[in-house]
């Protein structure tokens, strides 16, 4: 039998089980553990959403982000010092796309993996 391996938000019938967070602010700090969901609201001015360091998050942390306006704003997810997004700087959540979605999963260790995206 192969397990299957569902972020820590996600139950097994599929359901979410996080907390869910609306925020309008330029520059978010999602500080702490936890699993998440953030509506951002870009609509004012591009957003950066600053991750929680991989490590403090703990494995198989989850942080859904979801941009909940349609303004040409990028929301940008900033990894933690020594910490790396997806390999990278960064990814951006489609700009000019209402409900545009990213999903982030921690290592444990020093990165954020995106295992999904919308547009």
Do not use: C, H, R
């Not at 309008?24 to 998440?36: I, K, N, S, Y």
């Not at 933690?80 to 990278?88: C, Q, R, S």
């Amino acid at each position: 039998m192969t397990e299957q391996y569902l972020p820590k938000n996600i139950n097994e019938q599929g359901g979410f089980t996080g907390v869910v967070n609306t925020i309008a602010d330029p520059d978010v700090d999602l500080a702490g553990a936890g699993d998440q969901t953030v509506l951002i609201d870009a609509t004012a001015a591009a957003a950066a959403v600053n991750l929680p360091a991989a490590a403090e998050a703990g494995a198989g942390a989850s942080i859904q982000i979801i941009k909940s306006d349609a303004s040409a704003n990028a929301v940008t997810p900033t990894a933690a010092a020594g910490d790396n997004v997806e390999a990278a700087a960064g990814v951006t959540v489609a700009p000019a796309t209402q409900y545009a979605t990213v999903t982030l999963v921690s290592d444990g260790l020093n990165a954020w993996y995106a295992t999904a995206f919308t547009v």
